[in-house]
């Protein structure tokens, strides 16, 4: 069974940084491309990132580029998000997703945690 | 970058009726890569359908999608009361992104 943990979430002030981190388990995590995608309050969904399965190639929105670094320990079947110079329109819900991959960062997403809530605000 | 937008923002219905979700994009989706995810109260997104029509694994069979092109729908052929939730379509055949539409709420009515 697919099971995936995300955790890190929490309330950090605009301008700061979080680390979130996702622990997968159920399948072979070194195989798979992984992504996080987040929702606002009340809103709907917002793809972030992904990450090859190596973790040598990574993919952003326009919206976090620059600002959020995405990472994997196939070692430890656990992915990252590295979050910086935090805004309040990141305060969201991050979901850790495996997706399949269909190429040139095209994917749905077969699988999701549960989500961990990162808030920023002062 | 492909805008979804999906119709009617909130679908009132009562159990045991059918439900037709539209989900119409602002261009052409390449190979109708479209994906359908049901998302319940506190819960994470559930993927249904991808490919525009084919049911992810354990998706009871009430549940269809169509569709072509710019224009999509997801059918749910007998509502059950655990189907009441909120849906989203996603297009994956240009990235990136990977679009989501806006979402449709499926309530009792």
């Known amino acids: 069974e697919v099971q995936i943990l995300e955790s890190g979430g929490g309330l950090v002030q605009p301008g700061g940084s979080l680390r979130l981190s996702c622990a997968a388990s159920g399948f072979s995590f070194s195989s798979q491309a992984m992504s996080w995608v987040r929702q606002a309050p009340g809103k709907g969904l917002e793809w972030v990132s992904g990450i090859n399965p190596p973790g040598d190639h990574t993919n952003y929105a326009d919206s976090v580029k620059g600002r959020f670094t995405m990472s994997r320990d196939n070692s430890k079947n656990t992915l990252y998000l590295q979050m910086q110079s935090l805004r309040a329109e990141d305060t969201a819900l991050y979901y850790c997703a495996k997706v399949r991959d269909y190429g040139d960062w095209r994917f749905y997403f077969d699988s999701w945690g549960q989500g961990t809530l990162v808030t920023v605000s002062s | ?109």
């Open chain 2, 1 to 109: 970058e492909i805008v979804l937008t999906q119709s009617p923002g909130t679908l009132s219905l009562s159990p045991g009726e059918g439900a037709t979700l539209s989900c119409r994009a602002s261009q052409s989706v390449s190979s109708n890569y479209l994906a359908w995810y049901q998302q319940k109260p506190g819960q994470a997104p559930r993927l249904l359908i991808y490919g525009a029509s084919t049911r992810a694994t354990g998706i009871p069979d009430r549940f269809s999608g169509s569709g072509s092109g710019t224009d999509f729908s997801l059918t749910i052929s007998r509502l059950e009361p655990e189907d009441f939730a909120v849906y989203y379509c996603q297009q994956y055949g240009s990235s990136p992104p990977n679009t989501f539409g806006q979402g449709t709420r499926l309530e009792i009515k």
